[in-house]
């Protein structure tokens, strides 16, 4: 089945202690999106990647880094820098916008992280 | 710059009544794209829609149509006789096709409670 992936689903990290997050997808998409959702909040934009080996901040990039060194895989490195790192995050692709104006977005299902 | 304003934070029916989820829009694009989004208690968004700019046909799926108004920058969602399954928090989401345009620009949500 074609899809996205993201583990692990929930995620519990010591204050501290830089963690990943994983998202994989089949869908032979070009663009992959990172999104955090806080609470009674919208989706603000982390990270994008519109092509492997190239990846831009989006709006709250601060504390977080991200790697495309594969189509499949965006992986979220959630730092120590990051001060409130309480969220749920949610990982997303598309075809990419160099082959699609429209840019609809598929998501996957989600991991939340809770900073202990 | 780009935004979405979804100016009800929380909505609750009893099952069968109709419910219409408001969503403000500003871009400064003339192309751009507006979508809506269902996020269940799961967490995945689900896609419901995608509209063009140069569309202003509203449209109807089933128990759910959409309304979309240039003139008034909006794009509201209807859903016609509720039901409990309807529970969720739906999302107004718009993406331009000017230059820099990156990824979606989400509204903060409406969180949509049916009662049996």
């Known amino acids: 089945d074609g899809g996205i992936t993201q583990s692990p689903k929930y995620l519990f990290r010591k204050e501290g202690q830089n963690v990943t997050l994983s998202c994989e997808q089949n869908?032979?998409?070009?663009?992959m999106y990172w999104y955090r959702q806080d609470p009674g909040q919208g989706l603000r934009l982390i990270y994008y990647?519109?092509?492997?080996?190239?990846?831009q901040k989006g709006d709250i990039a601060e504390g977080y880094s991200v790697s495309r060194e594969k189509k499949e895989s965006f992986p979220l490195t959630v730092t120590s820098a990051q001060k409130n790192p309480t969220a749920f995050y949610l990982c997303?692709?598309?075809?990419?916008?160099?082959?699609?104006?429209?840019?609809?977005?598929?998501f996957g299902p989600g991991t939340r992280l809770t900073v202990l | 710059a780009q935004k979405v304003t979804q100016a009800q934070t929380e909505i609750s029916v009893v099952e069968k009544e109709d419910v219409t989820l408001d969503c403000v829009y500003e871009?400064?694009?003339?192309?751009?794209?507006l979508f809506w989004y269902k996020q269940p208690p799961s967490g995945e968004l689900v896609f419901l829609i995608r509209?063009?700019?140069?569309?202003?046909q509203n449209e109807i799926s089933g128990r759910y149509s959409w309304n979309f108004q240039k003139s008034t920058s909006s794009f509201n969602f209807t859903i016609t006789a509720s039901q409990v399954v309807d529970s969720a928090v739906y999302f107004c989401?718009?993406?331009?096709?000017?230059?820099?345009?990156?990824?979606?620009?989400f509204g903060s949500g409406t969180r949509l409670q049916v009662q049996p």
């Open positions: 997303a692709s598309s075809i990419g916008l160099a082959q699609s104006s429209y840019n609809e977005q598929f």
């Open positions: 869908l032979n998409h070009d663009a």
């Open positions: 990647s519109q092509i492997v080996n190239d990846f």
């Open positions: 871009t400064r694009d003339t192309t751009y794209y």
């Open positions: 509209r063009n700019s140069f569309d202003e």
């Open positions: 989401a718009l993406i331009s096709n000017g230059p820099g345009r990156r990824a979606l620009t």
